[in-house]
C-alpha cells in the first residue's frame, strides 16, 4: 500500500472511531463517497490498524453467547455471571432484567412453576403496566414458594396486572381425570387464553443425564413414572411436556394425566424465555431449543460450556423437531 494511502486509511479511521464523525460528515473533509469511507473503515479493520475492546462485566461471555445463538438458532442468550456461587439467584436477576425490557401496555404473559422462576419473580422491580395480563400455564404442584398458581399472582402483584389461575394439580391420576378437568368450563377459560400469550417464562427440568427437576423433587412424578421417562429416552421436562434428545415431544400414557399447556400452543408462542443453569442442566437445555420452545435462553458459564459440547455433539444436520412432532 502506498504511503499516501495508508496516511489517507489512518485519517478516516481517526475521524471516525476517536473524533467521533458520522460517515457522511468524513466524506467532505477528505473528498471521497460515503462508500468508500465505508470500505476504508473496514480495511482499517481487517489490517489491523483498529480494534475493538468491550469492556463490561458480560464481555467475556459475548462469542459464547453468539455461538450458541447460531448452534440453536436462537434470539438471544444470555450467559450470567454467577458471583458468591448463588446460581438460582443470578439467574433470577438476568432474566427479571430481560423481560422488564420487553414489557408493555396490554401485554398476555405466561408464568410456569419453578424455583428458578421464583428468583425471577423475587428480583422485578415493582411497577404498573396498564392492562397487562398474567397467565399460569401449568396445573400446580403445591410447594410454597415455586407453585405455579403463587408465581402468577405473585407477578400480577409486583406488575399491577390481572392474574388467571388455573386450579389443578400439574399431574393427576389418570387420563380420565384429566380429560374430566379440561372439560370444566372455568378450566377451559385460562386454556382459551393460552392461545393469546405473548411472552412465555418458563424454567427447564433436567431428566437425564441426572435428576433435577422441580417434578420430581415435589413428588409430582413417582419413581415408576420416572423410570418410564428414561427408558422412553426423556431427557428434559418444561411446562410439564416431555423431551428427547431431538427436540421430539414424548406423547406416552404419562403425557396424557399432565394439566398444562399444550406444547404446540407453547412453541407458538412469539416470545419464549427459558431460564436454567448448572452443567447438569445442558443437555435438557439443548432438547428444548431443538423442540422449538426457547427463543430467549437465560443460562450460567457452566450450563453454557455443556451447552456448546453437547450441541456440537450432535449429528451435523439432524432435524430440529418441533412440538407436533409425536414420540
Known amino acids: 500500500m502506498r504511503a499516501s494511502t495508508e496516511r489517507l486509511l489512518l485519517r478516516v479511521a481517526h475521524l471516525y472511531y476517536v473524533e467521533n464523525l458520522t460517515q457522511e460528515e468524513i466524506a467532505p473533509l477528505v473528498n471521497l463517497s460515503r462508500s468508500r469511507i465505508s470500505r476504508l473503515l473496514k480495511e482499517a479493520r481487517e489490517r489491523g490498524h483498529v480494534t475493538i475492546h468491550i469492556r463490561h462485566p458480560h464481555a467475556e461471555y459475548s462469542d459464547m453467547e453468539r455461538a450458541i445463538e447460531q448452534q440453536l438458532g436462537l434470539r438471544e442468550v444470555v450467559i450470567a455471571p454467577v458471583p458468591g456461587g448463588d446460581l438460582k439467584a443470578a439467574l433470577g436477576i438476568e432474566a427479571a432484567a430481560y423481560l422488564e425490557r420487553v414489557l ?9 412453576w419453578g424455583s428458578t422462576v421464583g428468583q425471577v419473580v ?7 403496566v396498564p392492562g397487562l395480563r398474567v397467565v399460569q400455564m401449568t396445573g400446580s404442584i403445591y410447594e410454597p414458594p415455586i407453585s405455579a398458581g403463587e408465581l402468577t399472582r405473585r407477578v400480577a402483584e409486583t406488575l399491577g396486572g390481572k392474574a388467571f389461575l388455573l386450579l389443578s394439580p400439574a399431574i393427576v391420576d389418570s387420563a380420565q381425570v384429566c380429560r374430566a378437568i379440561l372439560s370444566d368450563s372455568k378450566t377451559r377459560r ?8 405473548e411472552v412465555a417464562l ?12 422441580s417434578l420430581v423433587g415435589s413428588g409430582f412424578l413417582s419413581t415408576a413414572d420416572l423410570r418410564t421417562l428414561r427408558a422412553a429416552g426423556v431427557v428434559a421436562d418444561l411446562c410439564s411436556s416431555f423431551l428427547l434428545d431431538s427436540g421430539r415431544v414424548y406423547r406416552g400414557d404419562l403425557a396424557r394425566r399432565v394439566i398444562a399447556i399444550a406444547p404446540d400452543a407453547l412453541a407458538r408462542i412469539p416470545l419464549k424465555i427459558a431460564v436454567a443453569g448448572g452443567a447438569e442442566k445442558a443437555r435438557a437445555i439443548v432438547a428444548a431449543c431443538r423442540a422449538g420452545m426457547v427463543d430467549v435462553l437465560i443460562t450460567d458459564p457452566r450450563a453454557a460450556d455443556g451447552i456448546a459440547a453437547h ?15 409425536r414420540a
Open 190 to 197: 385460562v386454556f382459551d387464553l393460552h392461545g393469546q400469550i
Open 202 to 213: 418458563f424454567g427447564i427440568g433436567a431428566i437425564q443425564p441426572v435428576v433435577s427437576s
Open 104 to 112: 408493555r401496555a396490554g401485554l398476555v404473559l405466561g408464568v410456569a
Open 311 to 325: 450441541a456440537g455433539a450432535l449429528k451435523a444436520g439432524s432435524p430440529v423437531h418441533h412440538a407436533s412432532d
Open 122 to 128: 423475587s428480583a422485578l422491580s415493582p411497577r404498573t
